[in-house]
């Protein structure tokens, strides 16, 4: 397994919640990496992207409480989620991709999801 995400679990809206999603050197070192999510009954989609050299791409509705980053001496990409609200209900799924005139896109290679439920 090359992709490797932990962290999702329970938590009452307004709560904060941090992803993991731990990659094989050659993965991490080469690549973009990105945050996918999909809801029942939804589209995957685009939660955040991170460039080798660290420019970001977030979905709109997540700026200002979501933030990605990435640790390059654990080959770990992080998703620290803030003010969760229901909709980020979802099933979440790290990627990697590339970069296009700022925006992330996903190459089709994808680790496992972890489930992020914001419920009361």
């Known amino acids: 397994v090359q992709l490797q995400a932990s962290g999702g679990g329970l938590v009452q809206p307004g709560g904060s919640l941090r992803l993991s999603c731990a990659a094989s050197?050659?993965?991490?070192?080469?690549?973009?990496l990105g945050w996918y999510r999909q809801a029942p009954g939804k589209q995957r989609e685009l939660v955040a992207g991170?460039?080798?050299?660290?420019?970001?791409d977030y979905t709109e509705s997540v700026k200002g409480r979501f933030t990605i980053s990435r640790d390059s001496a654990n080959n770990t990409v992080y998703l620290q989620m803030n003010s969760l609200k229901p909709e980020d209900t979802a099933v979440y799924y790290c990627?990697?991709?590339?970069?296009?005139?700022?925006?992330?896109?996903?190459?089709?290679?994808w680790g496992q999801g972890t489930q992020v439920t914001v419920s009361s």
């Open positions: 990627n990697i991709g590339g970069f296009r005139s700022g925006r992330y896109y996903p190459y089709d290679y």
């Open positions: 050197p050659s993965i991490f070192g080469g690549n973009a």
């Open positions: 991170i460039s080798r050299g660290s420019r970001t």
